[in-house]
């Protein structure tokens, strides 16, 4: 905190030689700061830690935003359950937030949030935090689910606008509230419904669906790495 509050004391001196530079010193000081805060909450087993990282999260993105200007734009890549509107799913019922609430709350109809969707394939996780990395089966999802409903359509692949739906009736026919499958670093295929399904209503969540019958477990892009950089470069810890 103090680097940090040093580096704003600082700012109009190391912006006038590299503004860049100082953005970006500036947001990793914003890192280790906010981290600092996480983790002591998460030691001490309290129930905002959720909200602190997506506070976070809204953060940096006003950041990048300012830094780059007033017609700046940007794409936020996360899982449905950080992208969704918190509001439209129990998340709100238990105090919690998430980006995709916070980015709508703050830019209105200038937001767009894209919900993806998968009825059965192979995922890329862990049985538990901080387990190895496994490629795990996708079970086919659950007969009361909005993955069902889209599962049940002829078409395997299709885009499901939502905020200015094709036909009124299909989003009308959404509203109500139903189980939304949602998989992250984890998967637990032998507790799917306990452990990754909650309550939602999709047209209020997102403003359009992307739905892909089958899905396919994420490969690395590259998995060669360098020994000319030791990991802690440019630090020397």
């Known amino acids: 905190m103090a680097t940090l509050q040093d580096l704003h004391n600082k700012r109009m001196d190391y912006s006038q030689a590299d503004g860049e530079r100082f953005f970006d010193a500036e947001q990793n000081a914003r890192v280790v700061s906010n981290a600092e805060h996480y983790y002591r909450t998460m030691y001490y087993a309290e129930n905002n830690s959720w909200n602190q990282r997506d506070q976070h999260m809204f953060e940096t993105l006003q950041s990048v935003l300012n830094f780059r200007g007033p017609d700046a734009k940007a794409v936020i890549w996360e899982h449905n359950s950080h992208i969704g509107d918190a509001r439209a799913t129990e998340m709100s019922a238990r105090g919690e937030l998430n980006i995709g609430q916070l980015v ?91 452990s990754h399904y909650f309550y939602a209503s999709l047209p209020h969540q997102f403003d359009e669906y992307i739905w892909f019958d089958e899905t396919r477990a994420v490969d690395a892009i590259a998995r060669d790495t360098s020994n000319a950089i030791p990991d802690t470069f440019p630090f020397g810890l």
């Open 104 to 194: 709508r709350q703050a830019f209105e109809d200038e937001a767009y949030l894209i919900g993806f969707g998968t009825d059965h394939g192979t995922v890329a996780a862990a049985s538990e935090w901080g387990g190895p990395m496994e490629i795990k089966q996708v079970q086919p999802s659950h007969r009361d689910s909005y993955e069902h409903v889209c599962h049940e359509v002829k078409t395997d692949n299709f885009l499901l606008p939502l905020r200015e739906p094709l036909k009124d009736i299909t989003r009308d026919r959404l509203l109500q509230e139903r189980l939304e499958r949602a998989i992250g670093v984890i998967y637990r295929p032998e507790t799917e419904l306990q």
